[in-house]
């Protein structure tokens, strides 16, 4: 199997970075030609282009698939969420093999629709298409599909679009797919999934090289935006009625690091928190080892950072930590949660935790589980590990047999559960700012918002209340959620 490492990319890709100015133009360019395509396609249907863009994975690619959804929408192509549509778009994630096994599965079912429907296009982007073996398998036997980009030229998205539009579908698959950038694009339009809340990138790539994750291959190494195109974007976000805006990079952290005079992440959040009409800043991810006394200080005195921090540990054993190459010891780690929980004590906490990792032992398993005892976080995403091929523990001996990985799951997932109820007990009766987010999927009478701290509450409203703030009383507590009611 080729792996990243050894591939070579030259038949099909480009390392051109063009100046980031002259290649906006370029696209808005390409945008015109686009629109006129489309035109004629409407022509030919009868009706305007459909299309359908499937998020898998994390915050990242739902901000990317923005992205493509208003680039799509922009030139002329009506949105759906069926697959059934004239063009699909998978936006894939990578993290876990059996991500794209989910991928190939979903594939077969758009060959049939394909056979049916001669002017559909398939296109796939985002992570998974960044693995040459990848590339190899669907240019083996997914021969239907049209178009692969990866995660680096997604801005050349309209250009793209323009091939993808006068390609003929026996024609060979486009690929472009680079091996990195140091470009970054802006001002290309975005298509926003809640009018009232939306993710703001400050940086891409990664390069921590945890030992277990794919990542800082497949999003290339770290490079921020700038803090002033940062702010235009959270400023024209706010004058369209935005009130929340999530910050978002691998590692938000060491944002600025590489640019010369550039804001720090904690400067950059007091300029977020100078917007009006913001009136919730979110952020994530945060890397334990570089988050500052700077950043805690600003959180703390912030009026408007939601009281939310996303923290992962991976694991609660030093010795693990040094094989996923984290760079934190347990003790590190629990002495930066004393000293959050002692300068913010509201402040919510969650984490990520995988089990089973090469190398890790029912010793260190238990250590996790003690350290979420300690911790209390209010919730954890649990995960057994599942190797990564490309990434260097894919080749670690695995220690733990099966059944004592899944025995430790079980028992950690218990601790994690028990204090996430336990946080979330702490709010009963209390009244709290709500920003509702949409009509409750199971009852139509209620609405559905988030507490600062990301707790979910449903209370009885209406559709006009979408996108507003309301105090709401903490009634019934339902393990991870609340009824409430508006005062
Ligand atoms: S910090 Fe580690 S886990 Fe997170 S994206 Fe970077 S390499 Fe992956």
Known sequence: MLNWREADFSAYTSTIAYPSKEEEERQKEAMHTA??????LTAKLGHAPSCCVVTFGCQMNARDSEKIQGVLECVGFTATESEEADLVIYNTCTVRDNANQRVYGRLGHLKSMKQKNPEKRI???GCMIQEPDVIEKLKTSYRFVDLLFGTH?????PELLCKLLTKNTEDRMLIDVWKSTDAIVEDLPVVRKYPFKSGVNIMFGCDNFCTYCIVPYVRGRERSRSSREILQEV???????????????QNVNSYGNGLPGELTFPELLQEVEKVDGIKRIRFMTSHPK????ELIAVMRDSKKICRHLHLPVQSGSTEVLRKMNRRYTREQYLELVAKL???????SLTTDIIVGFPGETKEDLQQTIDLVNEVKYDNAYTFIYSPRTGTPAASYPKTMTEEEIKEGFDELLKAVQKNAQEAVLRLEGRTEEVLVEEINTHDPGLMTGRLSNNVLVHFPGDESMIGKFYTVKLTENHGFYYIGEKV
């Open 290 to 293: 570089d988050l500052s006394d």
């Open 123 to 125: 296109a796939l982007c």
């Open 235 to 249: 400023e024209k976000l706010a004058a369209d009625g935005v009130v929340e805006v999530m910050l978002l990079g």
């Open 153 to 157: 030229n997604i801005y050349k998205f």
């Open 341 to 347: 929980r002692r300068e913010i004590p509201d402040l």
């Open 35 to 40: 629109e006129g395509l489309v035109a004629d």
